[in-house]
DNA sequence: CTGTTAGCGCGTTCAA
DNA sequence: TTGAACGCGCTAACAG
């Protein structure tokens, strides 16, 4: 039972029309006779006609095609960015094709590669992967970095600094003054080395005791590490979920709750624990400058441009 | 800066022969001198030359696509799953293209509409998503469903009675007699009823006092009902994460901390409760059968399949 | 308004 | 072993 494939040849045929006409009213072209549109359009629908996109694409301007690399499909915050791509993407007709890094490079180069041979006319970055610098220039004027800043190229990059500086003015301004801290080491230059760095710097300006550890991405190390924080403390500020989560079992086993704040987002967090404060950056906004930028790159302007995204107290 | 895009016929000039050799190169053509080959092959890598893909897809069989229906994008079980899909497909050379249904059934059929006007070749669905009996008779021979048994279509589904059963089989040896159970009310066929249903039986054959309460999918539901289920209890086996963190929640407030089974994962709640049963389907596993009943229609063999995917403890 | 003609870039004959 | 010619399905330019 092979099903027949139809062409506009087919169709031209079946309502007496040139093949043109048929490629007329499949494209919407305003100069023909209602009634000849009618009768074409009638015969596409019952027979439930596509154009060969192949064909089609070889011709005119063919629809474009991105890559997107995200780092790790199950993350909460990726995957929001993801969505807002894809939405904003098939809005444009433009085609993703979505590959995962695992933070891996040689993943990150493989997959560029592949795309170079599957003629995919731009990237999406999630820049948790490292990238380095041939790639960058190899893909300039053609590549939107997320979540990390890069001189040389497009990017959406997140308010890393300002969001610790808010979560600290949080907590300052209801009277703690004892702000301990769990960070990512300096090795890692948005979640880590930049919101240290933001940290002191409040402690410096509020002439705040500083007061902190800092360690791997993972709950267990925070757990460890929340254990070397000198007392007294009266709140404390985590980097990231999983070190929040270490903490809070930390924390919890002592009996010593105290408020907690951290960048990130985790529904159960919010349940274990009373008086939580935590940050989320603006995701969805995040995957929409991107595709912003991409268009804008697609259309011609190959300027780097940077955006900043805001974030969210809650 | 317009980049110059090369055809066979740029490279045919410059290697001085005919198209259709270079086309034989490209091909990988036996009968080619291999002088020639060499000659060819150094101008195409030299100018990085990559043959237009419409062009060759509409003449040879075009390279399938298919349409991958996620219901929730960040959602563990499902990521986990989708990787091995994309990694499998990307083998096939086969282009996924991803959607997000959301749950809501009005989406799936808008996004199935989109696959046929894409000239996608089949689909692979999640079956939390809302499935019509005419679109699974449209689709049929061209979709697989995971997740979810239907009868009328190619499915790999999970084996929900089987995990209840392995749960309760290890609670049970180890001398718990009062099970509690939390479950997710019967609308929801697979982690509904499917997984109380075999609650019941399991209580029935070994002659246990069933104690069970059924609610909604989501953590607050899980610490609500948690209260209602009546005492002795001295283990708890809940349907999904969501219940199992409120029902921790519940029973750390109410210092009355039991074992507890659960069907899913998730690492804050290993860290949080000491004497923990979780149980994972094969996500991975899953997405490979579901590759393979896929690649076997597109095969030609349309047959209606169904395949059980096991499940590990931990 | 519409039909005819000419390619797009490539794979595939078919002679040479 | 190779090159020339043809056609895939479609859009665009040109006539009518």
Redesign the interface.
Known sequence: MTEKHYTIKDIAKLCQVGKSTVSRVLNHDPKVNETTRKKVQTVIDSI?F?P????R??RGA?DPVVGIIVSK????GE??T??AI?TAL?RQKI??????SQFNEKQVAHHLN?F????VDSVIVFGFSPLSKDILQQWQGNMVVIARYFKEISCVYYDDQGAIHALMHKLHSQGYHHIGYLGIHDQDETTGRLRTQSYLDFCHRYKLPPNFSLTELN?EAG?QHCARLSLPIDALLCATTSLA??AV?YL?EQKLMCPLAYIGQ????E??VPNLISLDFGYEQAGNQAVDLLLAQIRGNRDVQQQLVSFQLS
């Not at 060969?52 to 064909?55: E, I, K, P, Y």
């Not at 085609?95 to 995962?100: F, L, N, Q, Y």
């Not at 170079?116 to 003629?119: L, T």
Request: a positive charge; glycine letters at 4%.
């Open positions: 439930g596509k060969n996109r192949s064909a694409a070889m063919q499909l199950n993350s909460s995957s929001q993801l969505r894809l098939y085609t993703p094709i979505i590959v995962e592949l170079k041979q599957r003629q709950i757990y989560v270490g079992k919890q985790n529904p159960l967090l349940h274990f």
